[in-house]
């Protein structure tokens, strides 16, 4: 059990729920708040190790590049300029192509959503304060799956303006 669903699993076990309820709490609520951490902490790893090859090939590309010899350079300067500069280009590519730097803070952005909902459930605090348990787990309910709901669709509704070979955009919708 990683460290967020132990804390999440603490927070449960003071809400005035019914064991189904806090059973549904732990099924839906943890899961998408471990789920989003987890896949932040993914892309993050992901979008460092992309931009650490890409500095590192660029270095390689730009100190082979630069460097003068008194005769022909040696054949692994040549394969080394290559494998450098194809490095750079794929590990550049990659990292725009699968956008990890911004995956990784819509993701912890969710997940964060996710967890400050089921705090102040478990404070009573702000909107949920004064309300029945029941009514409480409903209007976290609600909350919650908004939150999920307006975090796929913007994940799919978001405009791309960039053209494909073809020379078309294209966007979800």
Request: glycine fraction near 6%.
């Amino acid at each position: 059990m990683s460290w967020l669903e132990e804390t999440l699993e603490k927070a449960i076990t003071c809400y005035p729920f019914s064991d189904v309820q806090k059973d549904l709490v732990r099924a839906r609520w943890v899961q998408l708040a471990t789920y989003s951490d987890n896949k932040a902490s993914d892309s993050q790893k992901k979008s460092r190790n992309l931009k650490l090859a890409t500095l590192i090939a660029g270095a390689v590309t730009t100190t082979l590049g630069g460097a003068t010899f008194t005769q022909a350079p040696p054949q692994w300067v040549s394969y080394g300029l290559t494998t450098a500069g194809i490095t750079t280009l794929l590990a550049g590519g990659l990292e725009q192509n699968f956008k990890y730097s911004e995956n990784h803070q819509r993701y912890r952005a969710f997940s964060e959503n996710v967890q400050r909902e089921m705090y102040l459930l478990a404070t009573r605090s702000q909107h949920y304060a004064g309300l029945s348990p029941e009514k409480a787990f409903s209007v976290a309910s609600i909350i919650i799956e908004d939150i999920n709901s307006n975090s796929v669709s913007q994940m799919f509704s978001k405009k791309n303006t960039e053209e494909e070979p073809d020379g078309r955009g294209w966007e979800y919708e």
